[in-house]
């Protein structure tokens, strides 16, 4: 995302009385888990950040985690 998007997003949500509940990622080629990067980006420790792998197309692989303090905590889910 952009940043100046992900500011202009953050204020909206916060203007609105919202919670940041979680981020999407998408790791087309990669697993279901987060990246270093994702890792030193992680600036939202109480939202989930839900990682889709579509390594295998024909079974795309969805997990959530609780990241914060360079550390992946993974949080249960059910996909419906």
């Known amino acids: 995302m952009d940043p100046v998007q992900q500011v202009e997003s953050m ?4 203007a609105a009385g919202w919670d940041l509940l979680g981020i999407f990622l998408s790791s ?3 697993p279901s888990v987060p990246s270093p990067t994702d890792l030193a980006n992680a600036y939202y420790p ?3 950040f839900v990682i889709v792998s579509l390594q295998e ?3 795309p692989a969805v997990r959530s985690f609780y990241l ?12 419906v």
Do not use: H, M, T
């Open 28 to 30: 087309s080629l990669g």
């Open 68 to 79: 914060g303090n360079a550390r992946a905590d993974e949080a249960p889910f059910i996909v």
């Open 11 to 14: 204020v909206a949500i916060e």
């Open 46 to 48: 109480d939202s989930q």
């Open 57 to 59: 197309p024909e079974n």
